[in-house]
């Protein structure tokens, strides 16, 4: 293990080149926990580690890949011993701080969640898109959203959050419509849960927007921000609540009190990265057992680590359906 592969990016002037290196494991960051990587996945965020001035990676080289699951080859941490099986996310893994392209990488004990029952391939295709799905299926659930409320939009569905919200509402007894911009989804959708499909909100993106519109939704699950945001805020019923994680639509978000005063609704931040260990390890073990997505298996996509880039370039399009599962070990 003196030495090891991984894909390092780096910038050139206005350019994000990558390429496999061979590193040592002085090169690995400080931390207690070193981890021999199985998978990775590819996350709308490692898209934007690849992209220039795409604003989360503070600094270049980098490994990216923001989810790792993997086997403990060394620890100096009583919590963790050698061959426990792990997986690790948020904090500046793969922005900040080394991630998950590579065949090893080294973490503080308190960023790194032990595997529980889920395997590790299934830990990856689950990943920040995964969790971020339960975290928000939980929100809407402990706002008080019962299954029997009325209809659960998810935007952005065919993605990594949105494919994983659809199961997990599903299997929860909620009606659940699914927004994607890819008819094609239609299918796996349904497949996942979906009662109804529909295309992206707004229907129509030259109309002018309302405060408020008709209700349709008892709640949201909204990964795409912008003018999908606003047009999900102004159609939410009386008491309802969106659970609001991304910005693939942009980050800007035009909408005015309406919704929030006459209605009552809310608009609950969703946010993965900072979350504290100790809630991030029960909801990783809720996520092995009661709340662990039926239909991982058709959702995911496998690709090797040196192919990464491929699968990065529709990501960044919004053109790749369900969550890829990158093979680390073995995938050079
Ligand atoms: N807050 C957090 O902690 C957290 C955690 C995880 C993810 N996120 C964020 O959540 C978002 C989704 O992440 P992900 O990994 O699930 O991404 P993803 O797999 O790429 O899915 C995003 C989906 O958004 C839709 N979309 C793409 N471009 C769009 C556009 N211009 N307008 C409207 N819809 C568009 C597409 O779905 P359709 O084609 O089906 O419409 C796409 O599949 C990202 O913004 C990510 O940064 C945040």
Redo the contacts with the bound molecule.
Sequence with gaps: MDTFQALVARQDEDRISTAVETLTTADLPPGEVTIRVLYSSV???DALALTPGGGVVRKYPVIPGIDLTGEVVDSQSPEFAVGDMVLAHGYQIGTGHHGGYAEYARLPADQVVPMGALSPHDGAAIG??GF?AAMSVQALIDWGIAPDAGSVVVT???????TVSVDLLADAGYRVVA????PQ?AELLKMLGASEIIG?LPTDPKAKPRPLATARWAAAVD??GGA?LADVLSAVDYGGAVAA?????GPALHTTVMPFILRGIALLG????QMAIGPRRNLWARLGDSLRPRHLADITTEVDVKNVVEVVDQ?RA?A?TGRAVVRVAGGF
């Design positions: 996350n709308f965020k920040t898109a971020t952005g569905a065919s993605g990594g959050v949105g927004s994607t911009g890819k989804a992206r990964c795409v999908t994680s991304g910005l693939t639509g969703m946010e993965s990265v990501v919004g790749f």
